[in-house]
């Protein structure tokens, strides 16, 4: 197989350069699916999915794009030489980890669960700022390093609201409650909130427009979908709402993008003897196997030293989002050798500069 080293010429434009085809991404990967999705909660809060329909995603989107980061983390070539921590000691120290809270369930439980809660409209943000960040390399976009900076903290906004404003995780753990309970706290966040929500809708928009007539040239707009739909699931939803439905489309976009990284890196190996096709349904069925395996099964085995099914599934659902979080902090990183980077600057442009 002839491996093609020459890289594409990026053309500056609005629509961006894509994965599969605008369709795909924009609703996929952009998150337009999850912008329908929550017009028909707002207008069916009630039954609008099932919760058989619910759980049916839940398993194939967000179970399977947590096995994912796994399955990738041991495919992607080097990082059993890069990586021995992530690879070899973390699962072990995780696991280790979770009998601790599960031995200890009533004391540490809560923490562990507050913890995986403030963390993840984190996580979230900070995809939705590297999809921002990659489309717009991807599309002749060269961010400045201001505008990068601008785009962080517009990425960050949902999770700066959720941190203020959501009971039981963020600064509600973390401070005391004595202080929490005063009347002047709560209308100072309030006000913080309200703040924040506003800005939180116009800030994409200013941006967008700040980077238009800079000399980059215009971002793609599936940049702004990314950041504009993972602030809706927070800014527009119910608190509980905003949990379940950002963990079932942050994992599609998850999906998308791994299996697609997966696939490339693949199939441009010199010594690939498989179709895309194969190697798309490979890794995605691995991901969805470990994800029902470590959801469905590893609870069960906690019910054998006396643990409620319902308290250890909660327990382990946590440490595996907390083991999620630290592996991907690590696996998307875009180094000079690093095989995502090769991949990016193989198929989409010359040698791009600090993304990450």
């Known amino acids: 197989m002839t491996r093609n080293t020459t890289p594409a010429t990026p053309t500056t434009t609005t629509v961006g350069r894509c994965f599969v085809n605008p369709t795909f991404d924009y609703l996929v990967i952009g998150g337009g699916l999850s912008l329908m999705a929550t017009a028909a909660i707002l207008l069916s809060p009630v039954g609008w999915v099932g919760p058989a329909g619910l759980a049916f995603l839940i398993l194939f989107s967000n179970g399977a794009h947590f096995g994912a980061s796994t399955v990738r983390l041991y495919t992607k070539r080097g990082t059993s030489e890069s990586l ?4 070899m000691a973390l699962p072990l120290v995780t696991l280790a ?3 601790l809270v599960v031995w200890h369930a009533e004391s540490l439980g809560p923490h562990l669960q507050s913890l995986y809660l403030s963390w993840s409209p984190y996580h979230y943000a900070a995809q939705a700022y590297g999809i921002a960040v990659m489309y717009s390399y991807r599309s002749g976009c060269r961010l400045a390093p201001t505008d990068k900076k601008l785009l962080w ?9 959720n941190f203020l404003s959501a009971k039981r ?3 509600d753990w973390l401070a005391p409650a004595a202080f929490m309970a005063q009347p002047a706290v709560g209308e100072i966040l309030a006000a913080i909130g309200t703040l924040l929500t506003a800005v939180a809708f116009a800030a994409p928009v200013l941006l967008y427009l700040r980077v238009w007539r800079g000399s980059a040239g215009p971002m793609p707009l599936i940049s702004i979908l990314a950041l504009v739909s993972n602030g809706v699931w927070w800014f527009v939803l119910s608190s509980l709402d905003a949990f379940v439905w950002a963990t079932v489309f942050h994992g599609l976009q998850y999906l998308a993008l791994v299996v697609i990284f997966h696939i490339r890196e693949r199939v ?4 690939n003897q498989r179709g895309a096709i194969y190697h798309g349904v490979w890794f995605y069925g691995a991901s969805l196997l470990l994800g029902y395996g470590v959801f469905q099964c590893l609870p069960l085995g906690y019910t054998f030293a006396g643990v409620g099914l319902v308290e250890g599934t909660l327990l382990v659902a946590a440490t595996v989002n907390v083991h999620h979080f630290i592996v991907d902090a690590y696996i998307w990183r875009l180094g000079q050798d690093d095989t995502n980077r090769q991949v990016v600057e193989e198929e989409f442009g010359p040698r791009l500069e600090a993304i990450a």
């Not at 021995?84 to 690879?87: D, E, Q, R, Y």
């Not at 441009?268 to 010594?271: E, K, M, N, V």
């Open 169 to 171: 995780v963020g600064l």
């Open 153 to 161: 903290w517009v990425a960050m906004l949902p999770f700066f609201y």
């Open 97 to 99: 980890a979770l009998t």
């Open 84 to 87: 021995p921590f992530l690879t």
């Open 268 to 271: 441009s190996s010199p010594a």
